[in-house]
């Protein structure tokens, strides 16, 4: 097994981390500050969202240039010391690779929008208008309104999946393609352990930019008019494979350096597995549990289907949140986060958080004058996200609460976005002081989770119960048999399970148990999760924190 099969990998969204200069915007110096946190929780690698110049417009997702560092960051130099500090803590550091657009202000943009003749033309989408005036086909924005833009001065229109700032390359162009592959070798030559890969499946775009078909299931409420098409055309070409496999001859020329890639969220089970073949990804984002609300039947389904798709041969992730999502405890609630926590670190899989999950920090409520993301959500309403679709992702991206010192200890001054309003409970330093606390929650089963091959390599099963709320599965391996049983209801439950003998509890969620107890039926507070060891001797209290 690899570091990347058996770790945990935790988002840092760097604007909101630590800011160490007193901007109130977070940097790479104020990150590296803040690496013996992460080494203490014991996560194993930082995914790094962008640090790279950028005018801002998505927030760092519209790149000028893929191989610098940008000023609000910090500088490459602060880049290799977070590096050097991570590495001497034993934490791998993963950066964000855009490869599918840049920002309209790089230079190779510039140059490519000067003239139709322009030697970089072709390293973008350029079209005609359609025979009868207006865009080239009918393919909408990821965030809403038309894919293209007309350039006026030569008559032209560019193809952008994201925002009109955001124009796409032209993947089937080899330059295009030396180009990126040489940004990957840069940091990869500086060290990163690996790159999360954006919007991977819309690299490649249909050779003839056929139209796409209407969506039979669109429902004009929806926010995004987006999805009045099918994704056919603009989206999971085969040639994307091509390109994989490049990144991939790439990577495997530096040991242990890895890549993950964004999926979106309508994409089977079995597609993920396709792209995640150990010719191409690694990892590829398994979106089902962030998407789909709380319920034990929807989350059993996932990770049944997930796992009988990806087989032994390839290896799932589990993501209960991120940058682009409302947060975990906003989205389900403080009782079942807890339950969250211990569900994301027992499948089988590479688990990701995303900061601030682990104190539970809410969506931030934000004045209209402090709104800053300009982008309305990329994805069609979901039941799980509660809400409209159509939302600013500002909320979900506020400072780390830190202590309960002005700005959370975040910043000497007033931070780009507002500090939530709960700051001064729902802190680290309070956390880590209460063992109780959902900080704590994480902690434990991380170093649990470590020491355990069960948790990190086991197999999977699920198990029928007669409690539709609730969701038990096996892990195991020859040495070790655990069991997980999570109460998703408002209410307690006895679960009744297929025999398995004694159980001693490794933890509850609510982390006040340590009873060894028959498995046949297991008493459940409400929202309670409890990972017990099927074979557990009665001395296994030593785990505990
Ligand atoms: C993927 C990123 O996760 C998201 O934040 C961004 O808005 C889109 N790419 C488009 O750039
Ligand atoms: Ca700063």
Not at 165 to 194: S, T, Y
Not at 364 to 386: H, K, L, M, T
């Amino acid at each position: 097994m690899d570091w990347w099969q058996t770790g945990v990998i935790y988002q840092v969204y760097p604007r909101s981390f630590q800011d160490s200069n007193g901007d109130g915007i977070g940097d790479l110096a104020g990150l590296t500050t803040r690496l013996e946190y992460l080494a203490w929780l014991g996560v194993d690698a930082v995914w790094i969202s962008p640090f790279y110049p950028s005018p801002m417009v998505d927030f760092g997702y519209d790149v000028t240039d893929h191989t610098g560092v940008d000023p609000a960051y910090g500088t490459l130099a602060d880049f290799d010391a977070l590096l050097a500090r991570a590495h001497a803590l034993g934490l791998r550091v993963l950066v964000d690779f855009i490869p599918g657009c840049t920002s309209n202000q790089h230079p190779w943009f510039k140059e490519s929008r000067a003239s139709r003749f322009s030697p970089v033309r072709d390293w973008y989408i350029w079209r005609d208008p359609a025979p009868e005036g207006g865009p080239p086909n009918n393919w909408l924005s990821h965030f809403g309104g038309p894919a293209w833009t007309l350039d006026e001065t030569s008559g032209q229109y560019y193809l952008h999946t994201f925002l009109p700032e955001q124009p796409d390359l032209n993947w089937r162009n080899p330059k295009v393609q030396v180009a990126l592959l040489d940004v990957m070798r840069f940091w990869l030559e500086r060290g990163v352990d690996g790159f999360r890969i954006a919007a991977v499946p819309l690299l490649v775009k249909d050779v003839q930019f056929r139209d796409e078909p209407p969506n039979p299931d669109f429902d004009p409420q929806w926010d995004n008019p987006r999805y009045q098409r099918l994704p056919v055309y603009a989206d999971n070409q085969p040639e994307v494979h091509d390109v994989l496999r490049h990144f991939r001859r790439l990577l495997d020329t530096y040991p242990g350096r890895i890549a993950v890639g964004e999926m979106p969220d309508y994409f089977p089970p079995e597609t993920l597995a396709v792209y995640s073949r150990p010719d191409r990804l690694h990892l590829a984002f398994t979106p089902c549990p962030l998407s789909l609300p709380w319920r034990a039947a929807d989350l059993r389904a996932c990770a049944d289907k997930t796992q009988a798709a990806f087989g032994a041969e390839v290896w799932p992730t589990w993501v209960m949140g991120n940058h682009d999502r409302p947060r975990l405890t906003s989205r389900i609630g403080p009782a079942q986060a807890r339950a969250a926590a211990l569900l994301l670190l027992t499948m089988r899989g590479t688990p990701f958080i995303y900061y601030g999950d682990e104190i539970g920090m809410l969506d931030a409520p934000i004045p209209p004058e402090a709104r800053r993301d300009r982008v309305r959500s990329a994805r069609p309403p979901n039941e799980a996200d509660g809400g409209p679709a159509n939302r600013s992702r500002d909320p979900g991206r506020t400072p780390m609460q830190w202590d309960s010192m002005p700005n959370a200890g975040f910043s000497g001054t007033p931070p780009w976005l507002p500090i939530g309003p709960d700051y001064e409970h729902r802190n680290v330093a309070a956390q880590r002081a209460d063992t109780g606390s959902l900080l704590s929650l994480y902690r434990f089963l991380l170093r649990y989770r470590r020491g355990s091959p069960a948790l990190q390599q086991g197999t999977y099963r699920s198990l029928d119960t007669d409690s539709p709320e609730c969701f038990a599965f096996l892990r195991e391996t020859p040495e070790e048999r655990l069991l997980i049983v999570l109460n998703l209801a408002d209410t307690a439950r006895v679960v009744s399970l297929p025999p398995l003998g004694e159980g001693q509890v490794i933890t509850s969620t609510l982390m006040d148990r340590a009873e060894r107890i028959d498995l046949q039926t297991i008493f459940l507070r409400e929202h309670e999760g409890i990972l017990f060891d099927v074979h557990g001797p009665a001395e296994a209290e030593e785990v505990l924190p």
